[in-house]
């Protein structure tokens, strides 16, 4: 008799996938014109199928109950979400763009990142009740770097697009990724430190605990992981190049080549204990050093949906694994502290040293760029990877040191909470602060309108773009110049009060729907035209409306971007996803003309 085999593999299977499925149906709302991260969204998601809510994603079952496996799985996790993301911003890059713009990368990660450990550390070692400075520069180091993850929702995207300038996302971009792998020496200057330092530290003291910080973290960990990540990135362009000019390489593999690419750096590096972040930023900036690959790849999705599957399973499993309950109850620090701890820290760690030497930094232009690039600098998936390289190192200590007993603990509720912080506050500020500019104008309009049609005989009349009407902009020209005038848009004795709708729907190809005024100041009257002022061409007409909605005329002519029938918003929307018809009308397979 059949039975229902609810095992762990087939729940999160059924889970991962119907929330993947169900997020992709509202994406594009959700991130372009909500502006909601989807870090932030399967944050939640994850909480809501947590053992803490419906039990549908159990973490501690798949560790086997180990609390310690359960560290290893999201260390490793975490790992593999960087290695890819940062073998992708590094091929994002320009060619040669760490060569060409050493210099404001070198005041963002030494400098800036410097004084973020510091001030970090300050106020952790000040909220926090019985923590040494010593163990304060532990917690400060792993929230110093910027998470590439969660800076991809200022750097992609229509926000991105519209706000912020090509060369500020790219320093962005580049900031992200190196910083990111250069956390590794103030996390071991403070650990090396408490090994071999203090009543219960190894033998050795503070000079055999900085000829470690020298030599195995910036000597094996940093400048090996560098040159590692050159030869291996410059071998594998090399090779790519080879391949591809003798038709040896299908597209597949050749869109797929640097997140194959992430996993090899990654794999080797924790085989040698390098610093393998670091290393697949490095190999994916001199994989694109001839800007090749990056050309090549320009336009295609396979780079961004394996990102995207990656970003959704990540938070999801974070929102799963994260600590809610220590946030309330632990032997560290109560929540009246914890919280304005998360807020200080996101206010104090970046903003002002980002705006103190922001005049020395090309790509920031302005005060309020300035203030835009110091906020956003959001904590997440690398924080909670230096988090678990924390309790890893602590663990090879010993349970029997009494002076870092509550080390890790404090370490784990505060680096949460912060990273939770950052992953709600830095997802909800884009969209509240778009929501915050619009709304008084949005008021104000509604306030206009309503007065302006209570004046006069009646109703303006209202035209419409595709399926949204505005009538405000046409109440404006009536009820001033036109009125005056006495210009006829309605084609009888004065302005009717009968709404005029144009059947077909208007597509702006290029320059605005609106027209240009006639010499005796007055608006032309275009209703016998086609939709597009084509002066009634409706094979024109018909060819447009075809490739917008997909289907074919009756020549056949039209098949929009390679035979899809499908055009998404974003196609739609940006300047590529716009086809201008040619004079005959034909709109060839590619959208070309």
């Known amino acids: ?78 790992r593999l979400v960087l290695g890819v993301q940062l073998v992708l911003a590094g091929v994002q890059l320009p060619s040669r763009y760490l060569k060409k713009q050493w210099k404001p990368l070198t005041i963002l990660v030494g400098p800036i990142m410097a004084a973020m450990w510091l001030a970090t550390s300050l106020l952790v070692w000040a909220l926090v009740p019985k923590l040494s400075f010593l163990h304060a520069l532990v917690i400060g180091s792993c929230v110093t770097p910027t998470d590439p993850v969660l800076s991809a929702v200022i750097v992609k995207g229509k926000f991105a697009d519209h706000n912020v300038p090509k060369e500020l996302q790219k320093i962005i971009i580049a900031e992200s990724g190196a910083n990111d792998g250069l956390g590794y020496p103030f996390l071991f200057f403070a650990l090396y430190l408490i090994k071999y330092t203090g009543a219960h530290g190894e033998d050795g003291g503070a000079r055999a605990a900085m000829g470690m910080w020298f030599g195995e973290t910036w000597g094996y960990t940093i400048l090996l992981s560098i040159v590692y990540g050159a030869v291996v990135g410059w071998l594998a362009k090399e090779l790519l190049h080879w391949a591809e000019e003798r ?50 790849t320009l336009d295609d999705s396979l780079q961004p949906t394996i990102d995207m599957l990656l970003n959704v399973s990540i938070f999801m499993w974070y929102g799963a694994v994260c600590p809610w309950e220590s946030f309330q109850t632990n032997g560290v620090i109560p929540l009246r502290r914890l919280v304005p701890l998360g807020i200080l820290v996101l206010l104090c760690r970046r903003l002002p040293w980002v705006f103190a030497v922001h005049r020395y930094i090309p790509q920031i232009e302005e005060v309020r760029q300035a203030i835009f690039v110091g906020f956003f600098g959001p904590v997440g998936v690398s924080a909670i990877f230096y988090l678990y390289i924390t309790l890893e190192f602590l663990h090879t200590l010993g349970h029997e040191r009494e002076d870092i007993k509550n080390l890790g603990e404090a370490t784990t509720v505060v680096v949460w909470f912060i990273a939770i912080c950052s992953i709600v506050v830095h997802g909800l500020s884009i969209p509240l602060g778009k929501l915050g500019f619009y709304l008084p104008r949005t008021i104000s309009r509604g306030v206009m309108s ?85 002066d009634g061409e409706g094979s024109r007409n018909s060819s447009v409306n075809a490739l917008a909605t997909g289907q074919t005329t009756p020549g056949g002519e039209v098949q929009a971007f390679g035979g899809r029938t499908i055009r998404f918003p974003d196609e739609v929307g940006g300047a590529e996803g716009r086809r201008t018809p040619p004079a005959d009308g034909k709109v060839t397979a590619e959208g070309s003309v």
């Open 1 to 78: 008799m059949p039975a229902l085999v609810t095992t762990n593999f087939n729940i999160i299977l059924s889970v991962l996938g119907g929330w993947i499925s169900l997020f992709g149906l509202v994406s594009y709302l959700c991130k372009e014109s909500f502006y909601l991260s989807e870090a932030l969204i399967s944050l939640l998601a994850g909480v809501g199928l947590s053992p803490h809510a419906a039990n549908f994603i159990r973490p501690l079952d798949y560790a086997l109950g180990s609390e310690e496996n359960l560290n290893a799985i999201t260390l490793a996790f975490s």
């Open 450 to 534: 309503g007065g302006a049609s209570s004046d006069g005989d009646g109703a303006a009349p209202a035209f419409t773009i595709g399926s949204r009407v505005n009538s405000f902009a046409i109440r404006r020209r009536l009820t001033g110049s036109a009125e005056a005038s006495g210009t006829d848009l309605t084609g009888g004795g004065g302005v009717s009060s009968n709404v005029v709708t144009i059947q077909q729907p208007v597509f702006r190809i290029g320059g605005t729907v609106i027209p240009k005024r006639q010499d005796d100041g007055s608006l032309p009257d275009r209703r016998g035209e086609g939709v597009l002022g084509t």
């Open 247 to 296: 038709k040896f390489v299908d597209r597949e593999s050749f869109l797929v080549f640097a997140i194959s690419l992430a996993l090899f750096i990654v794999g080797t590096c924790g085989m040698i204990g390098s610093d393998d972040v670091l290393a697949c930023f490095i190999a994916g900036n001199v994989f694109t050093w001839d800007d090749w690959f990056r050309l090549e």
